[in-house]
């Protein structure tokens, strides 16, 4: 495939909320830690920082930059645990401001460090948009979100992208070798027995990664192809005739619509900045997206894939859902992690439609089913039931630690836990659990993503490139397959001819 080339418009308040509008000022915390052990160090008026031997540092402002009256402290280097006065090569606060080192070499272009262990924090940042760019300056594709309208030439590497010719014939696992007239022996799908309804299908994968939906052979997990969009996927969801994917992105206020019959993006659509959430009402063919940092929610007719409404909300839309009966839209607000609810019925008052629920700190997943709301967080190891009608807490279930993800099947609640890599079983007709199913993946699992059969489900890791095949009526582990890329959500459809 060609060389990726995504030119990418980022807007400071796409990214930065409004209240982030700086005037290129470095956090007085992040001087104060600077000046311990530089003195002398020299902070122009655009951001860009000097210290007394010339060694030179770019500013990366947060998406979130948290603010403090008390003294700020490393949270992270690259090279990990190096003080700062060793000058490490990326330094992250706790106020998640970050400084990335300018290397020089005698031979190459100045540039910053690429380094797989980058900050996903320092990944989504942005650079001064005042910058005086330094001569000759490089920075590392993978850090191209941060340069916002900067002109700033990316860093020459090999070319990742693959592309082949006839994609068929890379799923085709009956195909004749060519170097031989005998007929193959017919193979059997991994999945035949295991999850025949992954059979002869293709995965559609986003990660936190690329600026791409990546399609991958579940037979082998190879990453085949890769349809590009402009800015680093927050949701992806598949439309309920099944022909398309609907992609949101961190940097770019549209909705991309991947036609899966051509696999490629077929049209933008214009919505709300900051785009982190889509729920679809597959009944009246309708997509609603939570745009974070405009305070609104857009509705895409599915029919025109056209926008045809904007909602105003308050606080800043996400992880929002769509209620089981399909009357409301719930979210959160990602600043104060107040709950809400928007009425969907435009026979009442605006200031009637969106309703406070309660407030959820640290929240990772929310579901709601019957007027209650199933909650799990990041810091309480156990799923809360909520009840809207009531505004009542009902009842509080231990599960296992760092509780990430929840789905709920029939009577049954799953909830993925990182920390104690396993799935938490729990009847919710009876509110007690039943079971921890140990998922031994070695790793830290993120997201459950149950196939259409509704008897198993994929368990996928932010670090380990494998899956676990989880049986949901034996609540076992049938089978890990090994896959190429990092996950974050993935979409199991069909491979149109």
């Known amino acids: 495939m060609k ?21 290129t000022k470095i956090p007085e915390g992040v001087l104060k830690e600077l000046k311990k052990d530089f003195p002398g160090v020299n902070v122009r008026f655009d951001g860009f920082i000097e210290l007394p031997d010339k060694t030179q540092y770019l500013p990366v402002f947060p998406i979130n930059l948290i603010k403090s009256s008390g003294p700020v402290k ?38 910053v460090i690429d380094d797989n262990n980058m900050p996903l924090t320092v990944k989504l940042g942005i650079l001064p948009q005042d910058l005086l760019v330094p001569e000759n300056l490089v920075i590392p594709e993978s850090l191209r979100v941060i340069l916002g309208d900067l002109v700033i030439p990316i860093k020459e590497r090999p070319d990742e992208f693959k592309t082949f010719n006839d994609f068929d014939e890379f799923f085709n ?22 999850a025949p309804e992954v059979k002869e299908k293709a995965y559609y994968i986003t990660n936190l990664e690329t600026n791409s939906v990546h399609i991958v052979n579940p037979e082998t997990g190879r990453d085949l192809y890769q349809i590009p969009v402009k800015s680093i996927p927050t949701d992806i969801v598949q439309t309920p005739d099944e022909r398309y994917l609907l992609v949101s992105t961190i940097a770019s206020n549209k909705l991309y619509v991947i036609d899966l019959l051509q696999n490629r993006m077929i049209k933008e659509i214009e919505i709300g900045q900051y785009p982190s959430s889509i729920a679809i009402d597959s009944l009246n063919k309708l997509a609603y997206v939570s745009n974070q940092n405009s305070s609104t929610i857009s509705v ?17 839309p996400s992880k ?4 089981y009966d399909r009357k409301k839209l719930i979210y959160a607000d990602s600043v104060s992690g107040k709950v809400y609810e928007y009425i969907l019925d435009d026979t009442l ?16 997943k929310f579901l709601e089913q019957n007027n209650l709301l199933y909650i799990i967080n990041r810091n309480k190891n156990q799923m809360d039931i909520f009840s809207i009608t009531t505004k009542k807490p009902v009842i509080s279930i231990p599960v296992g630690e760092k509780p990430v993800d929840i789905v709920l099947i029939g009577s049954e609640a799953y909830v993925l836990n990182a920390e104690s890599d396993s799935v938490s079983v729990i009847d919710i007709a009876a509110n007690q659990k ?20 509704l008897t198993r489900a994929f368990i996928t890791s932010a670090n380990i490139k494998e899956y676990i095949l989880l049986d949901l009526q034996k609540d076992i582990v049938l089978k890990k397959y090994p896959i190429d890329i990092s ?11």
């Not at 949270?75 to 290397?103: S, Y």
């Not at 031989?180 to 022996?185: D, E, G």
């Not at 056209?306 to 308050?314: Q, S």
């Open 349 to 364: 008052k605006d200031e009637d439609r969106n309703n406070y629920i309660t407030q959820i700190s640290s929240l990772s």
């Open 434 to 453: 039943i079971k921890d199913v140990p998922l031994s993946s070695g790793g830290f699992p993120r997201r459950i993503t149950v196939l259409p059969s």
């Open 487 to 497: 996950i974050n959500k993935v979409i199991v459809a069909k491979k149109y001819k």
């Open 300 to 316: 895409i007719d599915l029919s025109e894939m056209e926008l045809i409404n904007t909602y105003t909300v308050t606080g800043r």
């Open 74 to 111: 490393i949270k992270q280097t690259i090279p990990a645990n190096t003080p700062l006065k060793n000058k490490p090569d990326m330094i992250l606060f706790d106020n998640n401001f970050a400084l990335l080192k300018i290397i020089k070499s005698p031979n190459a272009k100045p540039t």
């Open 3 to 23: 060389k990726l080339l995504i030119n990418i418009f980022l807007i400071l308040s796409i990214v930065l909320l409004p209240s982030m509008a700086f005037a």
């Open 173 to 194: 696992i009956n195909k004749k070798p060519s170097t031989t007239k005998t007929p193959a022996k017919k193979l059997s799908s991994i999945f035949t027995n295991t």
């Open 320 to 323: 929002m859902i769509l209620s």
